[in-house]
Each structure stands twice: as structure tokens, then as C-alpha cells.
């Protein structure tokens, strides 16, 4: 039976536990495997078993039957690659609600989006910080020697294009992207390989209006999609914190990047772990202290007595204070020095979107990367911008019982009473496409009971019938499915 | 110079013609590289330059600069990878236009859209048929040794989501997808390594019903998107076809796909080839002939003079035209058995959409494939569908002139006339945007003749000015810029 052959291959997968990377992931486990939440399922075993199969199918070419790869070890593995996802008609809903919350939002700040290929040079990506993003490439090589990746985000194809266009690119340029980002990892802990992101960037604006604009669009989101400031908010820092500090205690600047990068684990591996990374990196104990010190403030008075009131880093994010205020934003932000963010290219304004009760990962992040630019070997431009990735948002709605299941719904459901009605059934349903309706065409011999069944699951507004003596007539009948109410009407009136 | 800098790597690219895989293409040799009909640039010599650069960059680590993996050489390369495309605002708005079509169509169907990862396991594609599809697979081993390709079609993966859902799937199911689809080929004609697709696939009908809609779909695409009968039409022929003849000379139906996949190639090759292809093959001098002519026929009569009335190919062809009739698009097809597919997998009735100029290639192109989920492994289920590329669509509107150039456009810019009154303007911003409209808000110290330049090249409806001595009055001042009529509002009454 077809059920039990597709369970021979996934097995495994299914009595395991779903394993997201949120603590809060294992109370899902009961969910239906192809859910938007839901990782690929096949365990390492029933995964290898099944590409052994297929290993065999190549190296043994008479074993495979035409048309397809199938060996005669029986069904192919149905499930998607480890660590990715399926959308399922009810998944895709689902995405398409979301991102169309970020495009709208995008859209409503008079955005424009843009695109680059999912496989990029891996040149773009590469960078020596340390950084988790560039340490889980999904790299290879391709049939013809050269070094690709998956993109892991979207800035840096941004950066390219910028780049590409150069001085004709009309400044500021307000962009943004919602595309899938990969990386490859070999733990086994079962998080995602893939991820779809919304970015937001402006080019051109050296101003923390720019940072503002940008945050003003996180909180939109949050708000379009039934979040409160009760439930999410935004801690803000800037990069210039850290590099006054590190400037006060004689750091060189070279190891910048690197010291972000470790001092964003803070939270993930601890102050110990990270005093001994940054220990490592030839830092010395009394920065690291201070380092870590001022990482723990709470309030920009706290910052200006540190860095003093003329310190760029204070003059900033009290300008984005009083912006967020002008928005109407201000109670989503936190001021929080510890949030340095785990890309190394950030040089000004970094934050990151949080939920409340502190269970979940980083909804979002950005911040301001002002020499980006000039790392790829171009002239550099002020940037600033954010990744907003589909995975913890929709973890979170999920969890305060917000997320949205949007049904599937056709306006109006047509079906010929008898085979040779169906030409005519085939002109009424043209006409109400044509009309701008959604129709579904009954395409086989159907009972009128099914019919009706089939309606509701369709949540369809209208029954169309067509049957041998109204057609005769010219006529068809109309079941108003919210109504209950039935009538014959001209085929050639129907709208 | 940046534009400078930026031609260094891809000079020789420019100085190349254009050489997409239509006829027309050298055509549009003088358009701007990046547009959506654009190759991927880089030219052999360029990327392998390029790409050796990174590589040293790798090996040698002391040469890379943080934060990125920029060498000491000069500039990355700005282009994408060889054969892709960068999609900027301008290309996206056009591919939004054209993918919101595809979705319009599919939704006035009743379709519901899934999604499948781009990377697949490659046991999915494998078929030993010599298609050029699996011929040309993107497949590569993963870290984790598994053998991965980037989908060349849709079709199998929407199989694979069929088979996991097994017998709990509702049947008909009528499903949609638009995703990006690769193939990888060493040729260097330029022809390109990525396209996306749009598919529309109906499983579990078994009449040509099935194949009736979706042709009523792929017409419905051409109406909407401004092409007529007289642009465009829809050769429609029936493996069933080519299957009774070659069963009258007694070829063994283990070499049917075969067969198929070079008669496909009649117009590409030419006949004499074909010929030689199907002689190595096996197939007697007679097969061939009769096989040949019986794809020179051009009616459904001569067809049914050649297989007798109670063929099954004879009726399903005789049954669709009928349906064609009803749904009223009988003219945009013909009949031409020689429109056999160069998939493997087809079963039953064929098709591909082409121009009646004859200048490009197949537009769009489905069938039945009933026998596919029993090559996976599963049980077998009625399935039809096709796919359309969105690149063969857009040269033939480019052509014929009929190419949207959908505008950048916002409802409203809003200025801030000095740097004091930025947070009003952004509050301002922010109660329009909460309203529905679409704003820019100006983030710089701008001059009013450039928000003017500004606001018209955003194609926007009004300019939204936030002044000291207004906004001393709680008022701002619009101006309505179709009308050239100006106002001074009380800001909170600003809609």
C-alpha cells in the first residue's frame, strides 16, 4: 500500500523528535511533518540508505527502469533533502500571507525590490571574522572548477549590484529582497539548511535617519502581523561602543571585526568562553574587562558617562531615540550595548528584534555597514539595513496562537450534470473566469452529493450546475451556498 | 573611477554580442546587460580570472582584508555567476508583472500553489532517456557526500509531495508552482543556466478533460498578457501516437521514451540525424520510415486513416478539440504529431505553445504522465500539467512591442525642511503609511528643486513639505503634484 511504502523510507524520522533550533521547538513534536515549522525530516540512517539506493541505480545502469532513477530497491525517498522544506498548498499559503506582509511593508516605505541568483560566487562570501554565516557555507564546485556558494544572505548580492551599477546607481536607493539563504552545517542538532529572509537596505544615507526608517519597518511588520510592544521589542546598540572602548584600552583596529563577532556569543556560549576566545585573539585582560563592562549599562547616561556626551556612539543613538519618538516607536526599543550582532561588517548602528519573554533566537537584525563596499574593492557608500528571516516570526506567532491558517477558496464551483455537457460547462466556467472569478472545474463524472462536499471544502461562495434540460434552454443553475438559495438563470448572463 | 574599476573585470562581456538561445537574440545585443533578457555577463576569460583570484585568496589568508574576501587584485566581480541573472528593480517589477499574471491565471483555475526546496536529492532526476534536461543536470556531492542537483523542472518534485502524501491526498488535486529551475552545460553559446518556470498540474483525472483545462489555462496567460491567436498558437498532438505506430511495426515498448526524446529533436537536428539516432538505437529502416511519415500528417482525419477511428489517440485528440470548442479557444490550436516532447515521461496527450512567426523556441510545453509516481516507486495516478518558462514569453513580447514597463511609483514623498523637524516628518510618514500609502520619506538635507526632481521620478501623487512656521500650527503643506495645487492641512488630519 502506498502509505506503508512511503513509511519504509522515513521511518525513522517520524518517532523522532522535531528538532528546531528554538528551546522552544520540542513542544511541536506532535505537528504534522510538512509544516511550515518542520524540518526536514529524514534521519541521518534512512537519508543514507536512500541515496545508497540511488548510488547503486548510477553505478549499475541496467538496474534502473526508464523513465526514472528508481532502482528496484523500491520508492524513491519522499521526503526533501535533509535540513529543507516543502510547501504543501497550506504552507504556501502561509508563506505567501507572510511575505506579502513584507512586501506591503517594504511597499508602504516606498521600496523597491530587487533579486539576485541564489548561487553566487563564493568569492562574496568569504571573510575571515569568524563569523558563523561564513563558517557554514554551502559551497562547492561547479563542472566548471569555479567556486560557488548559496547565498547565506542577501547583502552581500546587494553590495554586488550596488557595485555593478556604481555611479549611475540615483542615490539614496531604498532596496529590498525576500529571498531563500542557505548554509551547511554537519551538526546533527537538525536545524534548517535553508531559510527565506526579507532585507531591507538604504544606500546613500549617512545619517541615523536611515537606521530610524529602517526600524520604523521592523515595527510595521510586527504590528501588521497582530504583535504588541508587550510581546516583541528592538535592542538597539552601535558598533561604536565597542570600538571606543577597544580604542580607549590601544586594541588595534584590524582585529575589530573578530572581537564582534565573539562578543555577540556572549549570550550563546557565556562571558567565560568568550573572555577565553577574545583571550585567544591576543586581547588583554583589563580590555576584556572593560570590553565586558560596558556591554552591561543599561542607559545612554550610563554610555555618556563612559564615552563621554561627545562620544559619536552617544550622539547617534540618543538622534535615534528622539527619531523612534517621532515615529511613534519608542516603546519597542531597548537600549542594550551587548548587541553587537554576529556579521562582521557592521560599523555603526547594529540591532536586533526579541520577544519578551526571551525564548526565542533573534527575530531580526541589521544595522549600519558603511564599508562594505569598499572591502569588495569599490568606492564605499554609506549603507544600512536588516534581515528578517521567516523562521522565528512565525515560531513566535505560533506560540501566542496569532499565526493566521488562510483557507484555500474558490468563488464559484461548476460541474456538467452528464458527459456531454462538459463542452458547455467548459464555456460557463471561461465566462466567469473571465469575469474575474476563481473557478473550479468539475473535470470527471461526479455525484451530485460530492459535488456539494467538494463546494464546502472549497470553500466556494456559489454551485454551478449544468445540467441536460435548463442547458437546453439556455439555462443553468445557481446554488447561492450561503444563502441556500437556488436559481435558474441565462448562461449568457452569469457573472 | 568606480564604473572604471567595475568594466576591469568584465570588459571582454561587454564587447560580446548577446547570445541567448533564440534566433532573434543577436538582436539585442545593444540592451542594457542587466536587463531580464540579459545573459550572465562574464565571458570565459573574465570569471576564470576572476575566480583564480579568489582562490588564491583562500590559500593565501594573509592576503585577504577583513571583513570580506576581497583579494589585493582590485574589485570582486560584480557579475553574477556565469549564465544567471541579477533581477534589479526595474527587471523585478517586470518579473513581478509577468509571475502575478501566472498566479492570476492559476487562481481564476482554482489552483493551489506549492513550493519544493531548488536543491533536490538527485536520484529525483535521473533517467537514462538522453534527455537533454538530465543531460544537462546541476548535480553535485554535498559535505555530507550525498548527491545533490539544483531542480532542472518542477514536475518530479511536485511527484515527490504527491507520494509523501499518498492516499491522504483529496483528489483531483489541481496545483500551481513558479520556481527557479537550472541546468548546467559546458557549451559556450551563452545560453542560460537558470530560468523560472510556472506549472500547472491536475492529478488524478484520467480524461483529456484534464488536458482541456489546462490548455484553457496556457490561452487564458496569452489573452491576459495582450497576445492573440493570430501571435501565438498550440500544437497539440498524443504520444499515443507515435506509441500505435511503433507498436505496428513491433518495436518493444521499453524503447518508447527513447524514441521519443529524438523524434523531438525533428526540427532541431533535422531529419537525417534523427534517422541516424534512431537506427543506432535499434529501429528497423521501415519503423523509421512509417514513423516519420506518420508525423508529417496534419489532420485528425488522415490520423484516423492511419490508426483506425477506435484509436485511442484518434479519440482523445477528437474528444480535446471538441472541449477546445466549448471553452471557445479552438482556434489557437493545431493539430502536429510531430509534437512529441523532449521529456521522458509522457503518456498521452502532448503540447507546446509557439509563435506563428516561427522565430522562437516552444513557449511553454505539458502533457499527460501517467505512469510517473509508478517510476518513483508508488502507485500510479492520472497526471498532467505544464510547464512555461518566463523567458521565451518575454522575448516574444518584447518583439511584438507589447512589454510592460510597469513605473517605480509612491503615493507621497515627505520633506522635512529642516533637520529639527525630522521626527514630525517621520510621525508624519508613519500616520500616512499606517493609512495605506505608499511614502518616501526624505532621510538627507535636500533642497526643495530636488524633492521636487525627486517626488516626480517616484511618479508620486503628492509632495507632503514639513515647514518650521506650519508645523508651529500643527499644519503641514501638500502639494497635489497632477493638479499643481497646493495647500497648507492641520497634520493630523493628513490622510
Not at 336 to 342: F, K
Not at 381 to 392: E, Q, R, T
Not at 431 to 456: I, N, P, Q, T, Y
Request: proline share 5%; net charge positive; with cysteine.
Amino acid at each position: 500500500m502506498l502509505r506503508d511504502r512511503l513509511h519504509r523510507g522515513a521511518n525513522r524520522a517520524h518517532q523522532r523528535p522535531f528538532t528546531g533550533a528554538s528551546p522552544t521547538c520540542h513542544r511541536l513534536s506532535g505537528q504534522k511533518r510538512h509544516g511550515w515549522l518542520a524540518m526536514s525530516a529524514a534521519s541521518d540512517t534512512a537519508t543514507v540508505t536512500t541515496l545508497k539506493a540511488a548510488g547503486e541505480g548510477r553505478t549499475v545502469a541496467g538496474k534502473i527502469t526508464e523513465p526514472t532513477g528508481k532502482t528496484d530497491k523500491g520508492m524513491i525517498d519522499t521526503q526533501p533533502p535533509r535540513g529543507t522544506r516543502d510547501f504543501f498548498p497550506e504552507d504556501m499559503r502561509l508563506r505567501n500571507w507572510l511575505f506579502g506582509e513584507f512586501a506591503a511593508v517594504s511597499t508602504a516605505f516606498g521600496f523597491e525590490q530587487f533579486d539576485a541568483p541564489v548561487l553566487e560566487s563564493e568569492e562574496l562570501f568569504v571573510r575571515k571574522a569568524g563569523e558563523e554565516i561564513t563558517d557554514q557555507l554551502y559551497n562547492f564546485e561547479d563542472k566548471g572548477q569555479r567556486r560557488v556558494a548559496l547565498r547565506p544572505e542577501l547583502t552581500p548580492s546587494l553590495a554586488r549590484l550596488v557595485l555593478q551599477r556604481g555611479k549611475t546607481l540615483p542615490l539614496p536607493a531604498k532596496w529590498f529582497a525576500i529571498g531563500q539563504c542557505w548554509r551547511y552545517e554537519r551538526m546533527t542538532r537538525g536545524r534548517r539548511r535553508e531559510h527565506y529572509q526579507w532585507n531591507m537596505d538604504i544606500v546613500g544615507v549617512s545619517g541615523v535617519e536611515a537606521e530610524a526608517e529602517l526600524l520604523a519597518a521592523v515595527v510595521m511588520l510586527f504590528e501588521r502581523v497582530g504583535l504588541s510592544s508587550r510581546d516583541v521589542g528592538i535592542k538597539v546598540s552601535s558598533r561604536k561602543v565597542l570600538q571606543s572602548v577597544m580604542s580607549q584600552f590601544g586594541v588595534p583596529p584590524e582585529s575589530f571585526a573578530k572581537v564582534c563577532v565573539i562578543v555577540d556569543k556572549l549570550d550563546k556560549i557565556g562571558r567565560v568562553k568568550v573572555e577565553s576566545e577574545l583571550a585567544d585573539l591576543g586581547v588583554a585582560p583589563s580590555t576584556i574587562d572593560g570590553v565586558l563592562s560596558a556591554m552591561s549599562l543599561t542607559s545612554l547616561e550610563q554610555l555618556a558617562d563612559l564615552l563621554g556626551p561627545n562620544s559619536e556612539a552617544v550622539q547617534d543613538l540618543t538622534r535615534l531615540f528622539q527619531l523612534a519618538e517621532g515615529y511613534g516607536y519608542k516603546e519597542w526599543l531597548v537600549f542594550d550595548p551587548s548587541v553587537v550582532r554576529g556579521l562582521a561588517y557592521y560599523t555603526g548602528v547594529v540591532f536586533e528584534g526579541f520577544d519578551r519573554e526571551g525564548k526565542l533566537r533573534a527575530i531580526c537584525g541589521g544595522g549600519r555597514y558603511d564599508r562594505l563596499l569598499g572591502a569588495f574593492g569599490g568606492d564605499n557608500a554609506p549603507m544600512a539595513g536588516f534581515g528578517f528571516g521567516d523562521a522565528v516570526i512565525v515560531e513566535l506567532l505560533k506560540e501566542s496562537g496569532k499565526l493566521p491558517a488562510p483557507p484555500h477558496r474558490v468563488d464559484d464551483v461548476v460541474v456538467p450534470l452528464d458527459a456531454s455537457l462538459r463542452p458547455a460547462a467548459s464555456g460557463i466556467a471561461s465566462r466567469l473566469r473571465r469575469g474575474g472569478r476563481s473557478v473550479d472545474l468539475v473535470l470527471e463524472a461526479k455525484k451530485m452529493k460530492w459535488a456539494f462536499k467538494h463546494a464546502e471544502k472549497l470553500n466556494a461562495s456559489r454551485l454551478v450546475l449544468v445540467g441536460a434540460s435548463e442547458w437546453e434552454r439556455g439555462n443553468v443553475v445557481v446554488k447561492d451556498l450561503a444563502k441556500f438559495e437556488q436559481m435558474e438563470v441565462p448562461a449568457d448572463s452569469l457573472v
